[in-house]
C-alpha cells in the first residue's frame, strides 16, 4: 500500500509540474530549504520593487473531495507569505493539524477551486509534522492561483491518499 501511495503521489506531483509549466511556471521547489506565516504590500526602493502576499487557509475534513474516511474532528490551519523581489518570490508557511487517521505522509498546495481536485502546485513536505514550517521558491501560476483564490492545502494520509483535510487558500490583506 505505501508503494502504491507514493508512485501517486509522485504521479499527482508530475501532473502540478506539467500543469504549472503550461500556466508559465509556478511550481515550489520541493529541494529548498525548510523554514512562517502571512496583506499585499508592495514598496519600492530604488529600482527595485518588492510585493508581499499573505496567505491563509482552514483545513478540515468537509472540504476534501472525495469526501474521506476520516475523524470528524481532524482538522488544522495553514499560512503563508509570498515575497517578490528581483524576479524571485520566496514563499514561506506554516502548516498544523490535529486529529488525522494516521501520520500526514505529505502536504501541498494544490491549483483548484472550491469543492474541486486539482494538480500539485507546491510540494510542503512529506513526511509531515504538524507545526512544520518551510521555505521554497516559487513562480508565477502557484503565485497567481493563490492570489484569485483558486488554490488549496491539502494533507494526505495512508489510510487517505487523495487527502484526509483540505482548506481553500485566500489572501488576507491587500
Not at 526602493?45 to 483545513?59: D, N, P, Q, R, W
Amino acid at each position: 500500500m505505501k508503494k502504491l501511495t507514493t508512485i501517486g503521489v509522485a504521479a499527482t506531483f508530475a501532473l502540478g509540474l506539467a500543469a504549472a509549466a503550461m500556466a508559465g511556471g509556478g511550481y515550489g521547489d520541493p529541494t529548498s530549504s525548510t523554514t512562517t506565516t502571512g496583506a499585499a504590500n508592495t514598496s519600492t526602493s530604488g529600482t527595485t520593487k518588492t510585493e508581499t502576499y499573505s496567505f491563509k487557509a482552514t483545513l478540515n475534513v468537509g472540504q476534501e473531495r472525495p469526501k474521506p474516511k476520516a475523524p470528524a474532528g481532524a482538522g488544522g490551519s495553514f499560512s503563508a507569505r509570498s515575497v517578490e523581489a528581483k524576479g524571485t518570490t520566496t514563499f514561506t508557511w506554516k502548516l498544523t493539524f490535529h486529529g488525522l487517521s494516521g501520520a500526514a505522509g505529505a502536504a501541498h498546495v494544490h491549483l483548484g477551486k472550491k469543492g474541486t481536485a486539482g494538480a500539485v502546485l507546491i510540494s510542503l513536505c512529506g513526511p509531515c509534522k504538524s507545526g512544520q514550517t518551510g521555505k521554497v521558491k516559487i513562480v508565477g501560476a502557484a503565485e497567481n492561483a493563490m492570489e484569485k483564490g483558486k488554490a488549496y492545502v491539502n494533507v494526505h494520509t495512508a489510510k487517505n491518499a487523495g487527502g484526509e483535510i483540505r482548506g481553500q487558500v485566500i489572501p488576507i490583506g491587500k
